[in-house]
T-cell receptor, first 108, second 115 residues
Framework: DAKTTQPNSMESNEEEPVHLPCNHS???????IHWYRQLPSQGPEYVIH???SNVNNRMASLAIAEDRKSSTLILHRATLRDAAVYYC?????????FGAGTRLTVKP | DTGVSQNPRHKITKRGQNVTFRCDPI?????LYWYRQTLGQGPEFLTY????????KSRLLSDRFSAERPKGSFSTLEIQRTEQGDSAMYLC?????????????FGEGSWLTVV
């Protein structure tokens, strides 16, 4: 079973920031937090990952709670191309299991 | 640098036929994963390999499913005696090694329609 909980869907307006939450209360100390997104009819695409500290890359920022039981993916300025299903995953050295993710709709 | 390659991209088959999908991972990635995804659902884990060794199989992988990675490079996923419920997208992914900070890279998927 997936070890994360995410809202089923969220909406955003174009060029506004989006905060996508994820709960992972059973995360272990060595599990990284990964975010992927999936556009229609494509395979999932890596977005960002982190362990304890907040992370930034060209696509997004990842804010990790101090107790690591939750995290938030931040898209600083949503575009129409960011409309996708976003998956939050925690995993160890073995398999990677997905939940249902959050479907992000971006309105022009 | 090529990504994860899957073929065929689309396959339509009659119920009861066998189908095989191939996955070519990113070069030197020793971990390879197979997932299945149906409409509206997240990818479901099927199995994964460390080099040529199949280390874990999901309960979803019934006896009709078999996956191989004979030389630790490409992998095949075979479905025997296909059923309509097998209709889905089959995703392959690879990563450099077991370190949990490594990123997983997915292919574009192989769509299977069983009629």
């Amino acid at each position: 079973d997936a070890k994360t909980t995410q809202p089923n869907s969220m909406e955003s307006n174009e060029e506004e920031p989006v905060h996508l939450p994820c709960n992972h209360s059973t995360i272990s100390g060595t599990d990284y937090i990964h975010w992927y997104r999936q556009l229609p009819s494509q395979g999932p695409e890596y977005v960002i990952h982190g362990l304890t500290s907040n992370v930034n890359n060209r696509m997004a920022s990842l804010a990790i709670a101090e107790d690591r039981k939750s995290s938030t993916l931040i898209l600083h300025r949503a575009t129409l191309r960011d409309a996708a299903v976003y998956y939050c995953i925690t995993y160890n050295n073995n398999d990677m299991r997905f939940g249902a993710g959050t479907r992000l709709t971006v309105k022009p | 640098d090529t990504g994860v390659s899957q073929n065929p991209r689309h396959k339509i088959t009659k119920r009861g036929q066998n189908v095989t999908f191939r996955c070519d991972p990113i070069s030197e990635h020793n971990r390879l994963y197979w997932y299945r995804q149906t409409l509206g659902q997240g990818p479901e884990f099927l199995t994964y390999f460390q080099n040529e060794a199949q280390l874990e199989k999901s309960r979803l992988l019934s006896d009709r499913f078999s996956a191989e990675r004979p030389k630790g490079s490409f992998s095949t996923l075979e479905i025997q005696r296909t059923e309509q419920g097998d209709s889905a997208m089959y995703l392959c992914a690879s990563r450099p090694g077991p370190f949990s900070g490594n990123t997983i890279y997915f292919g574009e998927g192989s769509w299977l329609t069983v009629v």
